[in-house]
């Protein structure tokens, strides 16, 4: 049975190593990367890895809209009229499709998993960002999720970590350590409650339809306790949830 962790990553040179060392040391041993139209040395910190995975690189040239160095409400602006100008095709689609990002990551996913994982049911595909990243406390390993697995899905509730004063010359795990408590999320509510990233069998990856459930179908969601999704967004995505949980579990694991 293999474990594979499928991304799209663009700039994110400085969290590679740790990313993929991290989720290795998990027991995922392939990583599928796909490199979106590259600005940075990441191909180049890939091929030094000296992990036991298998890593495939798959570079992609530039295709649609990107946003590179603009300010929150110019990114937004961009957004809008893109929604606009596209808003026949998206309507049809019919996806949580909301910017050229999401769209490229439904069309690169969409093909890869078509195309390389699905149908041997011997195996699992995780669908998560460089900013993300899958904790089991207690020393579990990913083995132990999916054998255990009454369902081809699983799903890993989602919680945000405090990222505030970021230094890209430090490891990165070690200096954010508080999260959102299960209890805040709830209260607070409005689909947060909702958010999950999910591990799939390879004989139920599609329809893709998007990077949060991977497809429709029979699914469970773990107990946070036992697995859970560890989200590092920089910037902060501003909620007003506090950050009330002191959390070492992905630093105890390393």
């Given at each position: ?166 230094d890209d010359t430090r490891p990165f795990l070690a200096q954010h350590t508080m999260r959102w408590a299960r209890e ?71």
């Amino acid at each position: 049975m293999r474990h594979t962790v499928l991304t799209m990553s663009r700039g994110d040179s400085p969290r590679l190593r740790e990313w993929v060392e991290y989720h290795s040391r998990l027991g995922f041993d392939d990583f599928y990367i796909i490199l979106d139209n590259p600005v940075d040395d990441s191909e180049q910190v890939l091929l030094s890895l000296d992990v036991p995975a298998k890593i495939t690189i798959d570079v992609r040239a530039a295709s649609g809209d990107y946003y590179d160095g603009l300010t929150p409400a110019e990114r937004w602006a961009r957004v809008l009229a893109w929604r606009k100008a596209n808003e026949s095709r998206l309507t049809a689609l019919g996806l949580p499709v909301v910017d050229p990002l999401a769209l490229r990551q439904l069309e690169y996913f969409r093909e890869v998993l078509s195309t390389v994982y699905a149908g041997n049911g011997d195996s699992w595909v995780a669908v998560i960002d460089l900013d993300e990243f899958i904790a089991l406390p207690g020393g579990r390993r990913i083995q132990d999720i999916t054998s255990a697995a009454r369902s081809p899905r699983v799903r890993f509730l989602n919680f945000n970590f405090d990222t505030s004063g970021n230094d890209d010359t430090r490891p990165f795990l070690a200096q954010h350590t508080m999260r959102w408590a299960r209890e805040d999320v709830e209260a607070y509510g409005q689909g947060w409650e909702h958010r999950v990233k999910t591990i799939a069998r390879n004989d139920a990856l599609l329809p893709f339809t998007s990077v949060h459930p991977i497809s429709k179908g029979p699914c469970e969601i773990s107990d946070p306790d036992v697995a859970r999704l560890h989200h590092y967004k920089i910037p902060d995505q501003g909620l007003p949830i506090p950050y009330s949980t002191k959390d070492t579990t992905l630093i105890d694991t390393l």
